[in-house]
Each structure stands twice: as C-alpha cells, then as structure tokens.
C-alpha cells in the first residue's frame, strides 16, 4: 500500500508539472486549450471551465494538454499551428523546463531539511589524519593545496582526488588567523580518500535555493554522462528502470521517510525533462526539432510526414519500454512466491 500511494504520489506531481508548463504557456501565447487531462484512461473527474476542461483520469500514468490544431487541420486562428513557430516551441519545451523547476523546488525543501554543509568543521573524528595534526571543531578551511575553497564540495572534490600516499596542505581560518597543516589523507571504508572532517550543516532558504539549483544541475550532468555512455553502447537494458522498475525504487525511498521521497522525485522528474527534450521521434525535442526546420525553410513539414515519423518513433519507445519493463520483472523478482 506504501508503495502504491507512493508511486501515485510521485507520478502525478512529476506529470502535473509537465503538463502544466505546456498549458499555462499555451494560454500565454493564446492558443486554445480543449482540455487539460491529468492520467489515462476512464474519467474520474471533469469540470468544464471556461473553454476548457479539466480531467482526471484513472490511470495516473501519463497525462496531456490536448490544444485546438496541434495534431489535425483547424481553421481557428487560436490553433496551435497558427501561433508563431517560436511560441510554439516555446510551448512544447515549456513541460520539461517545468520538470526541472519541480527539481529545484524538491531539492531545495531536501536540503533545507537536512542543512547545507558549510566550509567550518563540525567534528573532527578521533585519531583522524585532521586530528593528529592538530585541526579543531570550528576550524574554516579556505585553501586546499593553495586552491581557494567555495563550498563542502569543493573539499570533498579536493580530498577525493588527492593520492594517500602524498601529503595534503590544509589551510584553515581560526580566530581570524590563517594557518597551514600538511597531513597524511588515508582511505575510508568506501575506499575514498579521507582526513576525518564533518561539516557544520546551516539551514537557511538562500543557501537551499542554491543547494536545489546545484543539486538540479548534477543530476543533469549525470544525465549527459549516461547519455555519452548510451552511445558509445556502453548502456544494456538492466542500466535503464521502465515503470515497474521506477515504482519498486519510490517503495523502497518512501519506507525511509519524506525527505527520500521527495529526493527521488526530484532525480525522476529531471530524468523525465532530460529524456523529453531528446531528439527522438514522438518526444517534445523531436517536435522542437521539427519546428526548427520550419522555421528554416519558411514552412512547415507535410503533417502527415512528421505524423509518419513520430508514429515509428513511438513505436519502438512501446517496444523499448516493453523490454525494460520485462528486465525489471526479473532484476527485482516482482512475482516471488
């Protein structure tokens, strides 16, 4: 039951963020909307406002703003085929900016809960590298081999890739004094380099902005890396989570608490922003993509081409998903009796 309520919990902020940003754009530009659906499948609940209505539906796996024109001829000078090729791009990205807006927002509630760690020294660890040479709780750390330090990551950037078997300089601000340790870093038990120092953790809404806008942009730099890797055919089907495999993962993140939870929303909904962009048929970036040859070429492609096109597109993703979902199926061991 956890995981159920979990899951739905996750799917249908991550989609109604999606689908908002393309419909409140797609107002902002004046194209109209027929109807804003939030699921699939039999209604739930619908409520006609205005020119448009709004639904919920069964299945809270997808969703879609369904705008006059978009996939079918209309002589409504609102339709979507007759805004400017840029407001219509402008519409189509808009549900994945909205994907990493919820991130940044996410992220930013994690770290504030948790704290942003700082540059001053918490605890320094018994019989530590840090410790035997005489560093203190309270201690700042401004350089690292000579190197200004920003933030905790850079330490743990600067640590990390330091060899054990050379000395590192430390210098640190105590009592608004400068002062220079050289220490020996030995290795932790996740075989990184360490010295023995844990930073204080400082609550504040400036640095948790900050701290979700870092933490956005690193998983989006992951998702570049695992991209590269992808085609370079280092990626098998068992790298990649279809829906079985997405709804275990929240089970399993929501059994230890909120803040799990909304860490991982956060890592999917940039991954569901990330993904869309992508330029391949029947995403948002393939039709971004062919908006951009219309305004290229001054026209727009034949509808029934680019519908060609999407249709193959999306069904080799069916065909993907269904291959990802079956190795998810065995990976997790879903029907263990």
Avoid: C
């Avoid at 209505?53 to 209309?74: N, T």
């Avoid at 790298?239 to 993962?249: A, H, K, N, Q, R």
């Avoid at 399993?252 to 909304?262: D, H, P, Q, R, T």
């Amino acid at each position: 039951m956890l995981t159920a309520v979990s899951a739905i919990f996750v799917f249908l902020i991550v989609i109604l963020f999606h689908e908002f940003g393309h419909f409140i754009v797609a107002k902002t530009v004046g194209i109209k909307v027929n109807e804003f659906s939030i699921g699939m499948g039999p209604k739930f609940f619908q409520k006609e406002r205005g020119e448009t209505k709004y639904s919920i539906r069964i299945l809270p796996i997808g969703g879609y703003v369904s705008m006059e024109g978009e996939d079918e001829g209309s002589s409504d000078p609102r339709s979507f085929n007759r805004v400017p090729v840029l407001s219509r791009i402008a519409v189509i990205s808009a549900g994945a900016i909205m994907n990493f807006i919820l991130a940044i927002i996410v992220f930013s509630i994690v770290v504030f809960s948790l704290g942003m760690p700082t540059t001053t020294i918490q605890n320094v660890q018994p019989d530590s590298p840090a410790e035997r040479i005489g560093i203190q709780n309270g201690d700042a750390i401004v350089r690292i081999n000579d190197k200004p330090i920003n933030d905790w990551d850079s330490i743990v950037e600067r640590i990390n890739s330091a060899s054990p078997d050379k000395e590192l300089k430390v210098t640190i601000m105590r009592d608004e004094k400068e002062l220079d340790y050289s220490l020996q870093p030995t290795k932790g038990e996740d075989d990184r380099t360490i010295i023995g120092i844990e930073p204080v953790l400082k609550k504040s809404f400036l640095l948790s902005i900050k701290g979700g806008v870092e933490q956005t942009l690193a998983v989006l730099k992951m998702m570049f890396g695992f991209l590269r890797m992808a085609l370079r055919g280092q990626v098998s089907t068992r790298d990649l989570s279809g829906p079985v495999g997405v709804i275990y993962t929240i089970g399993e993140a929501a059994k230890y608490g909120i803040v799990n939870l909304l860490y991982l929303m956060g890592f999917i909904s940039v991954n569901l922003g990330f993904f869309n962009l992508l330029p391949l048929p029947a995403l948002d970036g393939s039709r971004i993509i062919f908006l951009i040859i219309e305004m290229i070429r001054g026209k727009a492609i034949n509808p029934e081409k680019e519908g060609f096109i999407h249709f193959i597109g999306f069904v080799l993703l069916i065909l993907l998903m269904l291959i990802v979902t079956y190795s998810d199926i065995i990976r997790f061991n879903i029907f263990k009796g």
